[in-house]
């Protein structure tokens, strides 16, 4: 299986971008999906996860409001549109497979995992 985030940039505060991430090789469609990010010197951080039909989304409090994610399943895609964003928003954004129909909000519950994509929002 295979993951590819793109979308990431370098954006003002309160700004708006759209993550997304194409799942290869198998299925996604009964298995929760997540994005996951990184700070330098950080540890990777929930950011918000998905069920396998798009009824269920979990969300950071430090998002909540703000990032909406949704998928595809007919294109094996998952998406996290973020707006009004800030500047404590800037890390490497992931996205991940999980291993159930359920959102979850641990590292642990994710089989796989893409390549990352920049964030940067400047102040």
């Known amino acids: 299986v295979q993951l590819q985030a793109s979308g990431g940039g370098l954006v003002q505060a309160g700004g708006s971008l759209r993550l997304s991430c194409a799942a290869s090789?198998?299925?996604?469609?009964?298995?929760?999906m997540g994005w996951f990010r990184q700070a330098p010197g950080k540890e990777r951080e929930f950011v918000s996860a998905?069920?396998?039909?798009?009824?269920?989304?979990y969300y950071a409090d430090s998002v909540k409001g703000r990032f909406t994610i949704s998928r595809d399943n007919a294109k094996n895609s998952v998406y996290l549109q973020m707006n009004s964003l800030k500047p404590e928003d800037t890390a490497v954004y992931y996205c991940?497979?999980?291993?159930?129909?359920?959102?979850?909000?641990?590292?642990?519950?994710?089989?796989?995992w893409g390549q990352g994509t920049q964030v940067t929002v400047s102040s």
């Open positions: 090789g198998r299925s996604t469609s009964r298995l929760n």
């Open positions: 991940a497979l999980g291993r159930s129909p359920y959102g979850s909000r641990l590292v642990d519950g994710y089989d796989y």
């Open positions: 998905i069920g396998w039909s798009g009824g269920l989304t």
